[in-house]
């Protein structure tokens, strides 16, 4: 399968816990993109890498969220001191010099209890 | 700002011919796209369209454009119990950089046997 990989798929931890997700894209996609999506919402945009630049980053991402990418290829998404409102769904997407086609991954659901 | 709605259900009978429609404010050029996801998946790119064009056609995916009020529409003819899912309108900035994507909250659609 050489498509974007998520993990873990899922993820259930208590308040105040630090969570981490790891997004694996499309080999040799230099762009990557991390969505949030709440129950019944559409994707909202996080943040992206280009390579390991992190070059734009949503008013979404409170300073609780941190993401790296820090050889170009993969990358991490972390949460510290969650809070019950950071349920969701993290889908992280990639694409290369097409930039206009993104593909996502499968996507790891939070619940934060 | 860019902000995109689409109506939130759409039911049709196996075989009929399905059309959901999304409406956009970005008046910059743009990539529109449309996505399926099914449930507890990630997004599925099924076609994308630049603002430049009027129509598109892929197989049973037909987009049509009207730049003009700023609607995209996208048919799916005759309809199958596979193509249940939410579908989601987007729209990305071309030019503008990162290339994020701007959802809809989605349409579900639901295929009556």
């Known amino acids: 399968d050489t498509g974007v990989s998520q993990n873990p798929r899922h993820k259930i931890t208590k308040r105040g816990q630090n969570v981490t997700f790891r997004c694996d894209p499309i080999?040799?996609?230099?762009?990557l993109y991390w969505y949030r999506q709440t129950l019944g919402q559409g994707p909202e945009f996080l943040t992206y890498f280009q390579n390991e630049a992190q070059l734009e980053k949503s008013r979404l991402l409170s300073d609780r969220f941190s993401a790296e990418r820090p050889k170009g290829s993969f990358s991490t998404l972390e949460i510290q001191r969650t809070e019950q409102g950071d349920s969701a769904m993290y889908l992280c997407?990639?694409?290369?010099?097409?930039?206009?086609?993104?593909?996502f991954g499968p996507g790891t659901r939070l619940t934060v209890t | 700002g860019e902000d995109v709605e689409q109506s939130l259900f759409l039911s049709v009978r196996e075989g009929d011919s399905s059309v959901i429609n999304c409406t956009y404010t970005?008046?910059?050029?743009?990539?529109l796209y449309w996505y399926k996801q099914e449930p507890g998946a990630g997004l599925q790119l099924l076609t994308y369209?630049?603002?430049?064009?009027d129509m598109k056609q892929d197989q049973r995916l037909t987009v049509l454009l009207n730049k003009k009020d700023k609607h995209l529409s996208l048919r799916i003819a005759d309809t199958q119990t596979g193509d249940s899912a939410i579908y989601f309108c987007?729209?990305?900035?071309f030019g503008a950089g990162s290339y994020q994507l701007t959802f809809g909250k989605g349409t579900k659609l639901s295929v009556i046997p």
């Open positions: 970005d008046s910059s050029s743009t990539y």
């Open positions: 997407a990639s694409s290369t010099h097409r930039l206009y086609e993104q593909y």
């Open positions: 080999s040799e996609h230099n762009r």
């Open positions: 369209i630049f603002s430049n064009m």
């Open positions: 987007a729209e990305s900035p």
